[in-house]
């Protein structure tokens, strides 16, 4: 477990170069590609982890879409519902936990 961060597994985390953000409410609403009139938001940081994925995996500009989700069940139910036609889903118990309700 030293070797792994982030949630669930390493409570040992040091997120104090977050800390100043870490007292906004800035979680996106809906599609970050699409402009909101909410004025409280994170579209231009999800976008941005978007972007650098799909410099990472060479993807085209406006070859791709995402979503950055609130949790890995959220991921998992996300990731089945648009593979859903054309996917085969292959499980193993040493995933997360939610996938026998995702599937």
Known sequence: MARC???PYNLDFDYGALAQLQHFSINNLGDPFIESNYGVHS?????GVL??????WELEKDK????ITNC????????????FDSAL???C??????R????
């Not at 972007?51 to 990472?56: I, P, Q």
């Not at 890995?72 to 593979?83: C, K, M, R, S």
């Not at 118990?93 to 939610?98: D, E, F, K, M, V």
């Open 100 to 103: 026998s309700s995702c599937m």
């Open 43 to 47: 579209r231009q940081f999800e976008v």
């Open 51 to 56: 972007d650098w994925f799909a410099r990472l």
């Open 72 to 83: 890995g069940t959220e991921g998992n139910l996300h990731g089945i519902l648009v593979g």
């Open 93 to 98: 118990i040493l995933i997360n936990y939610s």
């Open 89 to 91: 889903v292959i499980s």
């Open 5 to 7: 961060t982030g949630y």
């Open 64 to 67: 791709y879409w995402g979503y």
